[in-house]
Protein backbone atom coordinates (compact mmCIF):
# COMPACT_ATOMS: atom_id res chain seq x y z
CA UNK A 1 0.00 0.00 0.00
CA UNK A 2 0.99 3.62 0.06
CA UNK A 3 1.53 3.80 3.56
CA UNK A 4 1.85 2.08 6.69
CA UNK A 5 -1.25 0.80 7.92
CA UNK A 6 -2.73 -0.30 11.24
CA UNK A 7 -5.75 -2.13 12.35
CA UNK A 8 -7.84 -1.37 14.28
CA UNK A 9 -7.77 1.97 14.45
CA UNK A 10 -9.60 2.15 17.91
CA UNK A 11 -9.69 -0.80 20.43
CA UNK A 12 -11.72 -0.87 23.96
CA UNK A 13 -11.48 -4.10 25.87
CA UNK A 14 -11.77 -4.98 29.36
CA UNK A 15 -9.25 -6.00 31.75
CA UNK A 16 -7.94 -9.52 31.58
CA UNK A 17 -8.59 -9.76 28.08
CA UNK A 18 -6.01 -10.19 25.17
CA UNK A 19 -5.81 -7.89 21.98
CA UNK A 20 -3.73 -8.32 18.72
CA UNK A 21 -3.03 -5.01 16.73
CA UNK A 22 -1.49 -5.54 13.39
CA UNK A 23 0.67 -3.86 11.17
CA UNK A 24 0.84 -3.40 7.55
CA UNK A 25 4.27 -2.00 6.51
CA UNK A 26 5.01 0.29 3.33
CA UNK A 27 6.24 -2.96 0.25
CA UNK A 28 9.68 -3.37 0.31
CA UNK A 29 10.43 -1.90 3.66
CA UNK A 30 12.85 -4.51 5.91
CA UNK A 31 12.55 -2.48 8.86
CA UNK A 32 9.28 -2.87 11.23
CA UNK A 33 9.30 -0.84 14.74
CA UNK A 34 6.79 -0.81 17.14
CA UNK A 35 6.16 2.11 19.53
CA UNK A 36 3.76 2.30 22.17
CA UNK A 37 2.71 6.70 23.25
CA UNK A 38 0.91 7.43 26.27
CA UNK A 39 -1.68 10.54 26.60
CA UNK A 40 0.71 13.21 25.98
CA UNK A 41 4.19 11.86 25.98
CA UNK A 42 6.79 10.59 23.49
CA UNK A 43 7.19 7.45 22.00
CA UNK A 44 8.47 4.72 23.59
CA UNK A 45 10.56 1.88 22.09
CA UNK A 46 9.07 -1.43 22.04
CA UNK A 47 10.40 -3.89 19.32
CA UNK A 48 12.19 -3.81 16.36
CA UNK A 49 12.25 -5.76 13.13
CA UNK A 50 14.97 -6.46 10.63
CA UNK A 51 14.49 -8.75 7.71
CA UNK A 52 15.11 -11.91 8.71
CA UNK A 53 17.25 -11.42 11.76
CA UNK A 54 16.03 -12.26 15.55
CA UNK A 55 13.81 -9.10 16.56
CA UNK A 56 15.33 -6.55 19.38
CA UNK A 57 12.32 -7.27 22.16
CA UNK A 58 14.36 -5.16 24.44
CA UNK A 59 11.35 -2.51 24.60
CA UNK A 60 8.87 -4.71 25.53
CA UNK A 61 7.49 -3.89 29.14
CA UNK A 62 6.82 -7.27 30.42
CA UNK A 63 6.47 -10.97 28.98
CA UNK A 64 2.87 -10.33 28.62
CA UNK A 65 3.46 -8.26 25.39
CA UNK A 66 4.66 -10.43 22.72
CA UNK A 67 4.88 -9.49 18.47
CA UNK A 68 5.20 -11.75 15.63
CA UNK A 69 6.50 -10.87 11.71
CA UNK A 70 5.61 -13.30 9.08
CA UNK A 71 7.08 -13.63 5.88
CA UNK A 72 8.95 -10.32 5.80
CA UNK A 73 5.86 -8.12 5.99
CA UNK A 74 2.87 -7.77 8.32
CA UNK A 75 3.31 -7.91 11.86
CA UNK A 76 1.35 -8.45 14.72
CA UNK A 77 1.25 -6.87 18.62
CA UNK A 78 -0.25 -9.16 21.17
CA UNK A 79 -0.90 -7.68 24.31
CA UNK A 80 -2.22 -10.81 26.71
CA UNK A 81 -3.82 -10.54 29.71
CA UNK A 82 -4.57 -6.65 29.44
CA UNK A 83 -4.27 -4.08 32.16
CA UNK A 84 -5.21 -0.51 32.39
CA UNK A 85 -1.48 0.66 32.13
CA UNK A 86 -1.31 -0.81 28.97
CA UNK A 87 -4.17 1.85 27.18
CA UNK A 88 -2.00 3.73 25.02
CA UNK A 89 -1.74 4.60 21.29
CA UNK A 90 0.35 2.00 19.40
CA UNK A 91 2.41 3.08 16.60
CA UNK A 92 4.04 0.93 13.89
CA UNK A 93 6.84 2.34 11.50
CA UNK A 94 8.41 0.76 8.76
CA UNK A 95 11.78 1.80 6.70
CA UNK A 96 13.65 0.44 3.89
CA UNK A 97 16.54 -0.54 5.85
CA UNK A 98 17.83 -0.75 9.53
CA UNK A 99 20.68 0.61 11.28
CA UNK A 100 21.12 3.28 8.21
CA UNK A 101 19.99 6.98 8.62
CA UNK A 102 16.77 6.91 6.93
CA UNK A 103 13.53 7.95 7.91
CA UNK A 104 10.93 6.01 9.68
CA UNK A 105 7.48 5.93 8.06
CA UNK A 106 4.64 5.40 10.74
CA UNK A 107 0.86 4.66 10.81
CA UNK A 108 -1.81 5.86 12.15
CA UNK A 109 -1.82 4.20 15.57
CA UNK A 110 -4.47 1.70 17.10
CA UNK A 111 -5.96 3.38 20.45
CA UNK A 112 -6.15 0.89 22.88
CA UNK A 113 -8.56 1.60 26.15
CA UNK A 114 -8.45 -0.98 28.89
CA UNK A 115 -11.56 -1.01 30.99
CA UNK B 1 19.60 5.81 30.33
CA UNK B 2 19.92 8.07 27.51
CA UNK B 3 17.07 10.40 26.76
CA UNK B 4 15.99 13.41 23.84
CA UNK B 5 14.55 16.05 25.73
CA UNK B 6 12.92 19.57 25.17
CA UNK B 7 12.83 22.95 26.37
CA UNK B 8 9.18 24.23 25.84
CA UNK B 9 6.28 22.21 26.28
CA UNK B 10 4.06 24.12 24.43
CA UNK B 11 5.02 27.73 21.85
CA UNK B 12 2.04 29.80 20.70
CA UNK B 13 3.03 32.14 17.92
CA UNK B 14 0.90 34.48 15.68
CA UNK B 15 0.13 33.07 12.86
CA UNK B 16 2.52 34.61 9.63
CA UNK B 17 5.55 34.54 12.74
CA UNK B 18 8.63 32.50 12.70
CA UNK B 19 8.77 29.76 15.15
CA UNK B 20 11.15 28.01 17.00
CA UNK B 21 11.46 24.35 18.30
CA UNK B 22 14.42 23.13 20.32
CA UNK B 23 15.43 20.04 21.67
CA UNK B 24 18.12 19.03 23.96
CA UNK B 25 19.72 15.59 23.53
CA UNK B 26 22.04 13.58 26.12
CA UNK B 27 23.92 11.02 23.80
CA UNK B 28 26.60 12.01 22.30
CA UNK B 29 27.27 9.38 20.23
CA UNK B 30 24.05 10.25 18.09
CA UNK B 31 24.43 10.94 14.85
CA UNK B 32 21.32 10.86 12.90
CA UNK B 33 18.20 13.09 13.76
CA UNK B 34 14.82 13.89 12.61
CA UNK B 35 11.92 16.34 13.08
CA UNK B 36 8.33 14.83 13.41
CA UNK B 37 5.30 16.36 13.51
CA UNK B 38 1.89 14.57 15.16
CA UNK B 39 -1.36 16.19 14.25
CA UNK B 40 -4.31 14.72 16.53
CA UNK B 41 -5.47 11.49 15.70
CA UNK B 42 -2.32 10.67 13.45
CA UNK B 43 1.15 9.01 13.32
CA UNK B 44 4.17 11.06 13.77
CA UNK B 45 5.35 12.65 9.93
CA UNK B 46 8.19 12.93 9.17
CA UNK B 47 9.64 16.41 8.23
CA UNK B 48 13.25 16.72 7.87
CA UNK B 49 16.26 15.30 9.16
CA UNK B 50 20.13 16.19 9.28
CA UNK B 51 23.26 14.03 10.05
CA UNK B 52 25.85 15.39 12.48
CA UNK B 53 28.35 15.80 10.21
CA UNK B 54 26.08 18.62 9.03
CA UNK B 55 25.05 21.85 11.14
CA UNK B 56 22.22 23.12 8.92
CA UNK B 57 19.51 21.51 6.45
CA UNK B 58 16.52 23.54 5.20
CA UNK B 59 14.05 21.94 3.66
CA UNK B 60 10.28 23.90 2.23
CA UNK B 61 10.10 26.40 5.20
CA UNK B 62 11.51 24.61 7.78
CA UNK B 63 15.32 24.61 8.71
CA UNK B 64 17.04 22.30 11.27
CA UNK B 65 19.80 23.27 13.55
CA UNK B 66 22.50 21.22 14.77
CA UNK B 67 24.92 22.06 17.14
CA UNK B 68 27.12 19.18 18.93
CA UNK B 69 28.89 21.22 20.87
CA UNK B 70 26.30 21.85 23.37
CA UNK B 71 23.81 19.14 22.30
CA UNK B 72 21.23 20.93 20.85
CA UNK B 73 18.60 20.39 17.79
CA UNK B 74 16.20 23.12 17.25
CA UNK B 75 13.59 23.50 14.04
CA UNK B 76 12.85 26.41 12.49
CA UNK B 77 9.26 26.93 11.30
CA UNK B 78 8.96 30.24 8.57
CA UNK B 79 6.00 31.97 8.61
CA UNK B 80 3.63 29.63 10.23
CA UNK B 81 0.51 28.62 9.27
CA UNK B 82 -2.64 27.16 11.09
CA UNK B 83 -2.14 23.67 9.40
CA UNK B 84 1.41 23.96 11.20
CA UNK B 85 -0.23 23.19 14.59
CA UNK B 86 0.59 20.06 15.95
CA UNK B 87 3.21 18.40 18.22
CA UNK B 88 6.65 18.46 17.45
CA UNK B 89 8.90 15.62 18.19
CA UNK B 90 12.82 15.48 17.85
CA UNK B 91 14.34 12.02 17.43
CA UNK B 92 17.92 11.08 17.78
CA UNK B 93 19.85 7.52 16.44
CA UNK B 94 23.15 6.50 16.75
CA UNK B 95 24.50 5.03 13.48
CA UNK B 96 25.12 1.58 15.10
CA UNK B 97 21.45 1.66 16.15
CA UNK B 98 18.27 1.08 14.45
CA UNK B 99 16.74 2.32 17.61
CA UNK B 100 14.73 6.04 17.08
CA UNK B 101 14.68 7.80 20.64
CA UNK B 102 12.12 10.30 20.90
CA UNK B 103 11.52 13.57 23.39
CA UNK B 104 8.46 14.39 24.85
CA UNK B 105 7.28 16.69 22.03
CA UNK B 106 6.49 20.42 22.10
CA UNK B 107 2.66 21.61 21.56
CA UNK B 108 2.75 24.27 18.83
CA UNK B 109 -0.17 26.67 18.35
CA UNK B 110 -0.50 29.15 15.71
CA UNK B 111 -2.72 32.27 16.43
CA UNK B 112 -5.03 33.70 13.57
Known amino acids: GAGVSQSPSNKVTEKGKDVELRCDPISGHTALYWYRQSLGQGLEFLIY????????KSGLPSDRFSAERTGGSVSTLTIQRTQQEDSAVYLCASSRFGGENTEAFFGQGTRLTVV | GESVGLHLPTLSVQEGDNSIINCAYSNSASDYFIWYKQESGKGPQFIIDIRSNMDKRQGQRVTVLLNKTVKHLSLQIAATQPGDSAVYFC???????????FGSGTRLLVRP
Open chain 2, 91 to 101: AEKEDSSYKLI
Open chain 1, 49 to 56: FQGNSAPD
